[in-house]
């Protein structure tokens, strides 16, 4: 088997990479029984294999997957994949999550029901392709320019997909949805509420709550708890200001608030975050991982 494979978790919030690679699979090789905590794209270049996964239902379906085509498995979805024993499979991989990708596999018409991706459009197909072994050969160029390749990666995808849907009204989730993202950016660090976001859209906060869920997959109020911590991931990562500080400058000016948020996204304090980064920097320094 030849395997190019890699992690990359940069703490973006609409849309992030957790791993990357491409394969040359050897006749019958499998991977699983096992269950993802993102959503993970294979694309077939060549050959063909078989995908074992459970619906929405639990129960489990076949799929026969051949060159040209590609399978989408979405977070707590059991699977189980193998190379075809004449013709193995060569493909390549990404595996992604972030606030903006439910809508965007929900455009696609992919998910757990029907993970099987067919091209309606082959010039987008290649250029997906283009996109997906770009990031798996170039693993050292900065995150910025592999999540623009990203980006590119899922609005082909998207557009390409043969099973591509648009739902109603779509235009309308999207512009408040637009003005809600904004709000946030420019006053997370401020004491706002629910109904805050939902004023400056103009709309009721049941309805700003409504597209949330059908569009992002979570409340208003997750996904503003997630863009703060996310900015304190960053400002722990980067800086050397004090935990109240980093707290304050997110939105919580009570320290233990903040704390107390932030464990329940991430399992530890932020003191706690912090010291296991240093450790790991250490480590690898030690190692000579890092120049």
């Given at each position: ?112 029901n029907n993970p099987v991706y067919r091209s ?14 770009y990031i798996a050969h170039h693993p050292k ?151």
């Amino acid at each position: 088997m030849n395997d190019i494979f890699h992690v990359l978790d940069q703490g973006f919030i609409d849309l992030c990479m957790y791993q990357f690679g491409y394969a040359q699979n050897d006749p019958l090789s499998s991977f699983g029984p096992h269950v993802r905590s993102h959503y993970l794209f294979h694309y077939v270049i060549s050959g063909s294999g078989t995908l074992q996964a459970t619906d929405e239902n639990g129960a489990d379906h076949t799929y026969h997957i051949r060159s040209g085509q590609g399978f989408l498995i979405v977070p707590q979805q059991i699977t189980t994949y193998w190379a075809d024993e004449i013709h193995p499979w060569e493909y390549t991989w990404i595996e992604f999550d972030g606030m903006r990708v439910k809508e965007a596999i929900m455009l696609s018409g992919l998910g757990m029901n029907n993970p099987v991706y067919r091209s309606s459009d082959k010039n987008r197909t290649d250029t997906m392709l283009e996109c997906m072994l770009y990031i798996a050969h170039h693993p050292k160029e900065s995150s910025f320019q592999l999540m623009s390749y990203l980006y590119m990666f899922l609005d082909c995808l998207t557009r390409s997909s043969a099973s591509r849907t648009v739902p109603a009204s779509s235009s309308m989730s999207r512009y408040y949805l637009e003005w809600a993202f904004a709000y946030i950016d420019q006053n997370f660090h401020n004491n706002i509420s629910i109904a805050d976001i939902a004023d400056s859209c103009k709309i009721h906060r049941n309805y700003l709550c409504r597209i949330f869920r059908e569009n992002v997959g979570v409340s208003p109020q997750e996904f503003l708890i997630s863009y703060r911590m996310n900015k304190a991931i960053q400002l722990l990562r980067t800086t050397n200001l004090s935990i109240h500080d980093i707290g304050n400058a997110v939105g919580y000016p009570n320290q233990l608030h903040f704390s107390r948020a932030f464990k329940n996204i991430y399992g530890k304090s932020p003191k706690q975050w912090r010291e296991q980064l240093s450790k790991n920097v250490t480590v690898q320094v030690k190692h000579g991982t890092v120049t």
